[in-house]
């Protein structure tokens, strides 16, 4: 078949096989170039077919060599239908991994439920013994509680006043007025329990019970801060709070894993384009701004180079790992520098529909919106056709 992009709103309901596979290539050769990470050996990534997750475990394979397990909630091609994305870069993942000879295994199912957990157990247990690094990098709208059975939507509002302010249409240009309305006491809650740390807790104390981790063992998830102009919506909103959350987690995490001499952090990240963010409004045109300063400033970094940082300067650093004043990693430093800052703001005070392409960079978001889709990469033949089914290699 022949596989073009179809979208709908934010989400592009088709995927390229081998622009899927070319982009994971991608970072796979930016990885190998650098020097080898001194870090794990055996990591477990909740989350990780796509976006700061596939990063992760792209950077601790064939940075660390490490084994790697990835979770992940992606479907295989069914008749007219492409396979979604994270599967294409799963499989490419697979197959690199097993051609370097890494061991390496998929577990594709909710993250969330009990069932998954005692896969993913078991999967260590017979094939890896125990591991020294879980990653969690799910983002999902919905979650199911494995005990209550309570199904749980996240929303991205903010709190108590209602928030205004420019969004834009990135397939369009159009930059428009967004007004958001604040969120029920029941959407903080649901958004809290969807995104916030429950689960992460949930998976180490099973991991914990189980005995399949190592003393010392580390584990990670991602959070995110930004600019005072998405504070409302993002940091001071639903989502904020649930990453409150989650960073506090991570502090109860430190406690427990300590005792046997693990760490648990929670890393601030910059915003990427992912299929996450592109779904919040605001984001995308601050994305958009954001990469043509940081680019025109020679310090753009996307989720591979955010990570391989992350992975060499702070996680793994011989100095030990710096954090700030609130016990965070902070690999969002470039992004945040007041220069940086400064520059995105007096652009986002002029940005219009007519200026938006000379201001910010949205077309390169554009771009890499497709890119996460396996569309607009060098080298593949979008009128070939070509068999959408790709098999999971080491599928577990
Ligand atoms: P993403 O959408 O690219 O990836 C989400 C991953 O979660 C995918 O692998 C998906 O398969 C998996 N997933 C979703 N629901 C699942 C489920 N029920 N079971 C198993 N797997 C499931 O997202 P991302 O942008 O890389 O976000 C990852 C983390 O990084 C999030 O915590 C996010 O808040 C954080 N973060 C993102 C940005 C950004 O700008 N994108 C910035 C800072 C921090």
Redesign the pocket.
């Known amino acids: 078949m022949i596989i073009q992009p179809k979208t709908r709103g934010f989400i592009c309901t088709t995927a390229h096989p081998d622009g899927c596979a070319a982009q994971v290539q991608k970072q796979i050769d930016y990885v190998k170039d650098k020097p080898p990470v001194k870090g794990p050996k055996n990591v477990l990534v909740?989350?990780?077919?796509?976006?700061?997750?596939?990063a992760s475990r792209i950077v601790s394979a064939f940075g660390a060599g490490a084994n790697t397990i990835g979770?992940?909630?992606?479907k295989p091609a069914e008749g007219a239908r492409t396979a979604s994305a994270?599967w294409y870069n799963s499989a490419a993942f697979e197959k690199a991994a097993s051609e370097a000879e890494l061991k390496s295994y998929s577990i594709v199912?909710?993250?969330?439920s009990d069932d998954?957990k005692s896969r993913t157990i078991e999967l260590i247990r017979s094939e890896l013994g125990k591991i020294d690094l879980i990653v969690y990098?799910?983002?999902?709208p919905r979650?199911t509680h494995p005990k209550s059975g309570e199904v749980f939507s996240s929303v991205i509002k903010p709190l108590g006043e209602t928030y205004i302010n420019k969004t834009v249409n990135f397939h369009t240009g159009d930059v428009t007025q967004a007004t958001i309305e604040p969120a029920s006491e029941d959407e903080l809650r649901q958004t809290i329990a969807v995104?916030g740390g429950e689960d992460w807790q949930m998976w180490i104390d099973q991991l914990e019970q189980a005995d399949v981790l190592t003393d010392g063992a580390t584990t990670i998830?991602?959070?995110?801060i930004g600019p005072e102009i998405t504070h409302a919506v993002y940091r001071d909103g639903t989502?904020g709070a649930a990453?409150n959350d989650?960073e506090a987690t991570a502090h109860r995490l430190a406690d427990q894993l300590g005792a046997t001499g693990g760490r648990a952090f929670v890393s601030?990240?910059?915003?990427?384009?992912?299929?996450?963010?592109a779904a919040i409004p605001v984001?995308p045109l601050y994305?958009s701004a954001l990469y043509k300063v940081m680019k025109d400033s020679g310090l753009h970094e996307n989720?591979i180079e955010q990570m391989y940082r992350l992975f060499s300067e702070r996680l793994y650093s011989e100095d030990g790992t710096p954090v700030d004043d609130k016990g965070l990693i902070r690999i969002?430093d470039l992004e945040m520098k007041p220069e940086i800052q400064a520059e995105v703001a007096k652009r986002w005070a002029e940005l219009t529909t007519e200026n938006v392409y000379e201001l910010t960079d949205l077309k390169g978001y554009n771009k890499e919106f497709f890119q996460l889709f396996g569309f607009e990469t060098d080298g593949i033949d979008y009128e070939a056709d070509i068999d959408p089914n790709v098999e999971m290699p080491n599928l577990k």
């Open positions: 909740i989350g990780a077919s796509t976006g700061y997750g596939l979770v992940y909630f992606d994270g199912g909710d993250a969330f998954i990098s799910v983002a999902s979650r995104m998830a991602y959070s995110y989502i990453k989650l601030v990240n910059k915003a990427l384009v992912t299929q996450s963010s984001v994305i989720c969002d």
